[in-house]
């Protein structure tokens, strides 16, 4: 705005020069500007908000400005203004494409009204202006005047357009109206400074600094108008008021100095009265249309109300309002049918009067606290009196709409959340159906619920979702479960039932097919997200499992297929929702087939051992071999470890196997021709817990004779996590001479800073290195970097699933010493052992890898 304001006091300056220079300076700063401005509006105006108007503005520049330098070529002084009329008609062009065409479509006739008005009004305040200064005069000749009014006449359209702009645009876009609105201005004064200026002097250089000033405003608008998907600021008028005003304000105003004028000159000219007449028929018009409007809105307004009183008296669910003193304003009428109450006998009492002695307390408690956040809603359970005495357990969603002008009080919108039909309970039996921190049904009553609709044959198709929640506090935080349940009642539907089935998991009972169950369960797993407590932030996840419920199932059997697709959901990973099928039910009834009959499958001598080698690559020789247990079970064939290993750890079993396997691959390995061989076996996590590993290791030892430097115990990352005896066990084996690998290593907590310091020799790479090393760069930087930090650390690195010919040889390049997969040698049985392993021809041949600081290869 401010360099709008010096151009033109610089182009004014420029023409008070003496001489011949002024007036090629002024023209050729003149044409200077509207050069510059064209850019400014076509490269600021592709992001405006309103790119498409911009456009117009910088067809409607050009025009005037090609108009006006083409007729000051071809006719005389004062008449060379009507070549930019073309160019201000398209200024109409352009402010319209600014508009929003909702509005326009919306409000019509108030709006052709609204613009009439402002362009007499423009034409009134020129006629006084013209009648109070020249008017009289004679300066101007007829074809002066005519070119002088068909020119303001033109910029007049486009002026009472930007004021349209104004009174409908939002807040942040006035400001941008109002100085198209100045611009307008500055180009009217420009059209009437030339149109009297008869020749090169101050008045035609008063006019080029107008013209100049006019196109800087149009600069900066275009500039100012930026897309801004902000909220309008609390407080701020939406337009109506402005839109109501304006159209008035410039009537009076246009009004006013004609009266001014005809006072002052003592003359009422035909113009003059015609345009007045006119401005009062628009003034009246424009009043007409907005009557008209407003009484539209008042019917809608009428009818939306209406509608919406009906809607809530109709509603099945009761609404009540409470004030600050939980006294009831306002009931529906739904409220008999609910507790038998009659609605005028409510409203003046205590909502507390028909609420158990016992719940009173806490509800009170409840809905009095004041909320941090204004239209807040809470979950709230109590037992109300039934009119015929018996108790009912209602649910409430209580919004706090005190701060709401409109409202001024809690609203609450009751259900029925019994457990089954109304009838006649101690109150003891009622609060056990309940749970405490959430006031939701119980477990208890789930399965009493449950019972009831499966028994009744007329009952809808149903589905049950159980949603798990990790993360939780160990003990009951009453605010995270109540900020939960507020969430999840959110995401319900009217007809869903919702309850507490146990710590950290809520039961749903959906009316619907499985389905819509599964649409209900994906709504509930995205509703537990971060809960802000005291402490902090409080990470949760969730995931769901759902099962259909028929007539032929009972209360029993759908909750344990409910819970039998919540495990299957929480094995999946975090946010995952999981059906029960058959094929669920046969995979279940196999693992537990599997876990009972792995307690006797060691006596029954169904567990046994295969050996993988470990290969040198330097000395092309096996130096290890690693113990892999295998199950052949009598019914369903061999067993996959990562099937049945989990099912041991779940028990002490583990470590009953776990001595085995540490006994047996000892033994068969010490029992070899190859005295070098040494022999890696995996030790889990509960044995090495249990304190009982040291004894373990030195019985085998004892027993089968072997050196403790051929024995290899491999664990994994997190067992280095644990209490310090574990620490100090492991130390104490190695003090005898055995060997320890962190198996998969990269795969678990892979904090190297534990690396220091622990009793650690052999680093064991998981197959998940190798994945794409052959064609990606940063994966073979990885397994380069591995065997670096192995080496500086004195560990040595074994790289285990190598099964292409491409991997061994990029392992090769790299360093890689010990290597262990499918491409060298499988697991093979115990009788395979001597003849089998990769570059041992005959016994005693085998090589011992060269030890490092950190002992053994493996």
């Keep these: 705005m401010l360099l709008a304001v010096l151009a033109g006091l610089a182009v004014l300056g420029a023409g008070l020069l003496s001489g011949r220079l002024a007036v090629p300076v002024v023209v050729t700063l003149n044409f200077l500007v509207v050069a510059a401005v064209l850019v400014e509006l076509a490269r600021n105006g592709r992001t405006s908000a309103h790119p498409a108007g911009w456009r117009w503005y910088v067809v409607s520049v050009a025009v005037s400005a090609g108009g006006a330098l083409l007729l000051g070529a071809t006719m005389p002084m004062g008449q060379t203004a009507l070549g930019s009329v073309p160019g201000q008609l398209l200024v109409v062009v352009a402010v319209h494409r600014m508009l929003d065409r909702a ?115 149009l600069a900066a608008a275009c500039r100012a108008d930026r897309p801004d998907d902000r909220p309008a600021p609390a407080g701020s008028q939406d337009g109506s008021t402005l839109s109501a005003l304006l159209p008035h304000a410039t009537a009076m105003a246009g009004g006013c100095l004609l009266l001014i004028s005809v006072l002052i000159t003592g003359e009422l000219t035909s113009s003059g009265t015609t345009l007045g007449i006119l401005g009062l028929g628009a003034l009246l018009a424009h009043q007409t249309v907005s009557w008209r409007t407003q009484q539209q809105l008042t019917t809608e307004l009428q009818r939306s109300e209406a509608y919406f009183r009906a809607l809530v008296r109709s509603s099945a669910d009761p609404v009540l309002i409470l004030d600050d003193q939980l006294t009831v304003r306002w009931v529906s009428p739904s409220i008999t049918d609910l507790l038998g109450l009659d609605p005028a006998r409510i409203v003046g009492g ?46 409430a ?10 409202v001024g009080g809690l609203v609450l919108y009751c259900r029925d959340v019994s457990a089954t039909a109304p009838t006649a309970v101690e109150p003891d039996l009622a609060f056990s159906t309940s749970d405490p921190a959430t006031g939701l049904p119980n477990r208890s009553a789930l399965t009493t619920r449950l019972g009831a609709l499966l028994r009744d044959p007329a009952v809808p198709t149903t589905s049950l979702v159980l949603l798990g929640v990790e993360g939780l506090p160990d003990t009951d935080d009453p605010a995270v479960l109540r900020e939960l349940t507020t969430r999840f009642c959110r995401v319900l539907r009217g007809e869903d039932w919702l309850a507490r089935s146990g710590a950290g998991e809520f039961a749903v009972l959906v009316d619907g097919t499985i389905a819509d169950a599964e ?77 009972v009959d792995l307690d006797r499958a060691l006596e029954r001598g169904q567990l046994r051992l295969v050996y993988q080698p470990v290969v040198d690559l330097a000395l092309h020789r096996t130096v290890s071999v690693e113990a892999l247990l295998r199950w052949r079970h009598p019914t369903y064939g061999d067993v996959s470890p990562a ?142 970097s591995v065997l670096h930090l192995g080496s500086s650390l004195g560990l040595a690195v074994v790289v285990e699933g190598v099964e292409t010919e491409p991997e061994l040889q990029l392992l090769r390049d790299m360093g890689h010493r010990y290597i262990q997969g499918f491409l060298l040698a499988r697991p093979m049985d115990v009788a395979a052992l001597p003849a089998g392993l990769p570059g041992i021809a005959g016994p005693g041949t085998a090589t011992q890898v060269g030890t490092s600081p950190g002992g053994t290869a493996s």
């Excluded at 009648?131 to 007049?156: E, N």
């Design 103 to 217: 509005t326009l479509r919306a409000a019509r006739a108030q709006v052709t009204t609204m613009l009439a008005l402002f362009v007499l009004a423009d034409l009134l305040t020129v006629h006084s202006v013209h009648q109070l200064t020249i008017g009289r005069s004679g300066v101007l000749t007829l074809p002066q005047t005519g070119a002088l009014f068909a020119l303001l006449t033109s910029i007049a359209l486009g002026t009472g357009l930007s004021l349209v702009f104004v009174a409908l645009a939002p807040v942040r876009q006035r400001p941008i109206g109002w100085t198209l609105f100045a611009a307008q201005v500055a180009t009217a004064l420009a059209g009437a400074a030339s149109s009297v200026a008869s020749g090169p002097g101050t008045v035609q250089y008063l006019a080029c600094a107008a013209s100049v000033l006019g196109l800087m405003l």
């Design 350 to 395: 205590r909502v507390t009067d028909v609420v158990h002695p016992d719940d009173v307390t806490g509800l009170t408690t409840a809905l009095t606290a004041a909320s941090t956040e204004a239209g807040s809603t809470k979950t709230r359970t109590a037992r109300v009196r039934h009119l015929d005495g018996r108790w009912r357990l209602i649910q």
């Design 397 to 406: 969603q209580v919004r706090d709409l005190r701060s709401d002008p409109d």
């Design 519 to 595: 649409v209900v369960a994906t709504r509930l797993v995205a509703a537990v997200e971060p809960v802000v407590t005291a402490a902090g932030p409080l990470r949760l996840t969730a995931v769901a499992g759902i099962a259909s419920l028929g007539s032929d199932v009972d209360a029993g059997e759908g909750l344990r297929r409910g819970d039998l697709a919540l495990r299957s959901a929480r094995a999946a990973g975090p946010n995952r929702v999981r059906r029960h099928s058959d094929a669920l039910r046969i995979t279940q009834d196999r693992r537990e087939s599997l876990r």
């Design 643 to 784: 099937e049945f290993v989990p099912l041991a750890e779940e028990s002490t079993l583990i470590s009953e196997i776990s001595r085995w396997v540490l006994a047996e691959a000892m033994t068969t390995i010490a029992a070899l021709p190859h005295r070098d061989l040494g022999v890696a076996v995996n030790v889990s996590a509960r044995h090495v817990r249990s304190g009982e590993l040291v004894t373990d290791v030195l019985a085998a030892l004892e027993s089968s004779g072997l050196s403790a430097s051929r024995l290899i115990l491999e664990i994994t990352e997190s067992v280095l996590l644990d209490d310090s005896h574990v620490t100090d066990d492991l130390a104490a084996l190695r003090r005898l001479g055995v060997r320890i690998a962190v198996d998969d290593f990269g795969t678990g907590w892979s904090s190297l800073a534990y690396l220091v310091g622990l009793p650690i020799d052999v680093l064991k790479m998981d197959r998940q290195f190798l994945a794409d090393v052959e064609t990606d760069p940063q994966r073979r930087a990885l397994c380069a």
